[in-house]
């Protein structure tokens, strides 16, 4: 059974970079999307980016010119790096995994439908910015 | 990038059903997941695809969707099914994933 656990410090100061490592057990890192997802105290899931297993990226457009993500397959993890964070940024940090499909139906005639989700989560780790 | 909305809060009294809708354009193209987080752990994935349950996910939780609107429904709600809902998709135009702002469910 595959597990993430999600690794790095939990107090970062402003204006600075948070770090944060995302371990793969269990299974192989190579195919799937691996995630970071953000939950500020209080408030809903924030989804910061995703990288392929190939190196492809994709990164939330209120965030990508502050955020970059990397994988190492070799370690079998997978990274985030945020920089010139803020208070704003104080959230418990989830690395995860995704998955996409597609499948189709009749009505009216055939159509194709596609599917994305996640069906791997780590345990979160609080990251707090402040000095 | 689209958008996805819920309602804030519904409530169910125990053993009836209910559901809670997600909206949104890129639920057009893309199927909505759901997953139910409750307090202090990590959402559990619960329904994804046009109608899929991963293992472990009792029955009574199913999803369906109809042009812009994805549902899910729990029919005969328990008492362990007080959680905060989330729906999630993606967006076929540049492959962004987006959350909507969540259901808080409440069991009465």
């Known amino acids: 059974q595959v597990q993430l656990q999600e690794s790095g410090p939990g107090l970062v100061k402003p204006s600075e970079t948070l770090s944060l490592t995302c371990t793969v057990s269990?299974?192989?890192?190579?195919?799937?999307?691996w995630s970071w997802i953000r939950q500020p105290p209080g408030k809903g899931l924030e989804w910061i980016g995703y990288i392929y297993y190939s190196g492809r990226t994709t990164y939330n457009p209120s965030l990508k010119s502050r955020v970059t993500i990397s994988v190492d397959m070799s370690k079998n993890q997978f990274s985030l790096k945020l920089n010139s964070v803020t208070a704003a940024d104080t959230a418990v940090y989830y690395c995860?995994?995704?998955?996409?499909?597609?499948?189709?139906?009749?009505?009216?005639?055939?159509?194709?439908?596609?599917?994305?989700?996640?069906?791997?989560w780590g345990k979160g780790t609080t990251v707090t910015v402040s000095s | 990038s689209s958008e996805l909305t819920q309602d804030p809060a519904v409530s169910v009294a125990l053993g009836q059903t209910v559901r809670i809708t997600c909206q949104g354009d890129s639920l057009r193209t893309y199927c909505a997941s759901w997953y139910q987080q409750k307090p202090g752990q990590a959402p559990v994935l619960v329904i994804y695809g046009k109608n899929n349950r991963p293992s472990g996910i009792p029955d009574r939780f199913s999803g369906s969707s109809s042009g812009n609107t994805a549902s899910l429904t729990i029919t005969g709600a328990q008492a362990e099914d007080e959680a905060d809902y989330y729906c999630n998709s993606r967006d076929s135009s540049d492959n962004h994933l987006v959350f909507a702002g969540g259901t808080k469910l409440t069991v009465l």
């Open positions: 269990g299974g192989s890192i190579s195919s799937y999307y």
């Open positions: 995860a995994r995704g998955d996409s499909g597609s499948g189709s139906y009749y009505k009216d005639g055939w159509e194709t439908y596609y599917y994305y989700y996640i069906d791997v």
